[in-house]
């Protein structure tokens, strides 16, 4: 269980390296929202977070959101501060409580269908849902998202879907632990990113949400916007819970 000031002190160390490399990078820091994946950490955990001034969490696992920052008897549901982002792939039963849990930003649109779902609950709760388009830009089979030939054929019918607002692409790069070896696909997602806007606009394109413990510096740098850090501020999830 990782202690209280453990977690105030990793989240600091974190919230520096943003910094460093995005002046390293020219960035501005400001461009880059620190999103603190609680999934398998308890709400006591992201109840230190939020004193320590963090706003942004992430969750991979629907359910686990749901009961955490958005049931009734949440523990978390009194914090209006606390901002859930959505990270996880949304099996299509799961997309109404998906909308329930009034995420600010769902990163891992991965087909179209889960997108029609997902504007039809969006539309029956009256509110416009943030998405990011997650793409597979390495091509590798077990991973999930769009490839960027799917994405180019989907886009339109993305596009036209009246209660999802497509603000940006996301992306998981095969692991390694070398995040040199990232960068060729997060530099890949950029290129993408700057086709779209080509293509269809500035307006939808403004996000790349990119970046995990290891390799977020090396993200940063090739213009990540969003940053999704879990182990590097709360410490190691149980394996078996930790499956992503
Ligand atoms: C778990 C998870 C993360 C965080 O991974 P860490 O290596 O713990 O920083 C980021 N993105 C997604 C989609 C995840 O499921």
Redesign the pocket.
Known sequence: MTQIIEVADNLARVRERIVGAAVDAGRDPHEITLVA?S?THPAAAVETALVAGQRDF?E?LVEEAWSKFAAPDAPLVEHSEAHLHL??PIQSRKAALAVACRPVLI??VDRLKIAHRLDRFAAEAGLALDVLLEVNVSGEESKFGFTPAGLQQDVEALLGLPNLNVSGLMT?PPYDPDPELARPHFAALRALQEDLVRQHGAARWRHLSMG???DFEVAIQEGATLV?????IFGT?DSAA?A?
């Open positions: 994946v999934k992430g991979n990270i996880g990163h891992s998981i995990m413990s290891h999704r850090v879990g182990t590097a999830r930790s992503t």
